[in-house]
């Protein structure tokens, strides 16, 4: 069952969607705003709504700044585009910071954004909520991150290349090989065809037998 909203409350509850649903596009909107009602010149409404959304039209033009730099025509050398590239990312805005890098550095601000900002304050801001970022990135890889627990007997793979003297594709890991003695949380001595060696849990993964199918 739908309800028919007339066309005041239809904008708002429109616009309500539109907001909260993180200011999804015009098609998007309709389908949301039509699960539970409808309006008279509805898809209008809708296209009025989205193209007259300040934080969508300023997103918008944001992409489009984006979108030139993979335009730029191909005649031109990696090394040129690669410096605009790093002018650019240096007067972007930040997304942990809030702040361009090249206005934390130097207090440079071609664009005005930072007109009445005192650097000093900013800087120490910067620092904060970039402090703040990494502490929570940290916990989320902590929260993911499983300690490999094996035991005697288990089969493993062994990182046994030299990084130095290694040619590009040659395959990182050997074995399986089994595993003699724990040494401890992170140190197992490994039995390798012709000798035992102590190796570091990072250098080892455990074997996965292969999948045989049925059929
Ligand atoms: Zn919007």
Redesign the pocket.
Known sequence: MRYYLPEKPAIEEMHRI??EKG??GIVKTIQHFSIKYCATNQNQLAID??NG?????R?KKQIRKYGEIGQMEPTRSWTALAKEAITEYKHTIHSSTGYTPSFLLDGSDPDEIYQDVDLVQARKLAFNTSQAAHKISKERIERKHKVLQLKEGDLVYENLTDESNKEKLESVFSGPFEIGNKISETIYEIKLPNKIERVHIGKLKPYQPPIISEN
């Open positions: 539109h907001v200011h999804l709504l989205v959304c300040d934080i969508c039209k997103a």
